[in-house]
């Protein structure tokens, strides 16, 4: 499972991608998770199964949709309480939820 995280840059998803690195880990899953800017999503989206955008850039959503859409990958906003708490658990199953 490949899953894209959009950012606008900061530090706390590289955090959230750790976690959710050690839940996958925990659960035996094997995922390649990294998170990008907005701005280089173009560039990646073609490698994810996922793509998940962090709140702060949730007013991407749209666009990135219509990005997803063309290559049938699913696109969401994370929660903000999960990105926020950096629950990798919970941000893994809402990942993977999408996938089915």
């Given at each position: 499972m490949n899953i894209l995280l959009c950012c606008a840059a900061g530090m706390s998803t590289s955090l959230l991608v750790q976690r959710m690195e050690q839940a996958a880990q925990e659960k035996g899953?094997?995922?390649?998770?990294w998170a990008v800017s907005a701005g280089e999503v173009?560039?990646?989206?073609?490698q994810a199964d996922?793509?998940?955008l962090g709140p702060?850039?949730?007013?991407?959503?749209a666009e990135m949709k219509k990005e997803g859409d063309a290559l049938g990958i699913p696109?969401?906003?994370?929660q903000a309480l999960d990105?926020?708490?950096?629950?990798g658990k919970n941000v893994l199953?809402?990942?993977?939820?999408?996938?089915?």
């Open positions: 899953i094997v995922a390649r998770i173009k560039q990646h989206i073609g996922v793509l998940l702060q850039v949730r007013y991407k959503l696109v969401d906003v994370i990105y926020g708490t950096l629950n199953e809402f990942a993977m939820g999408l996938k089915k």
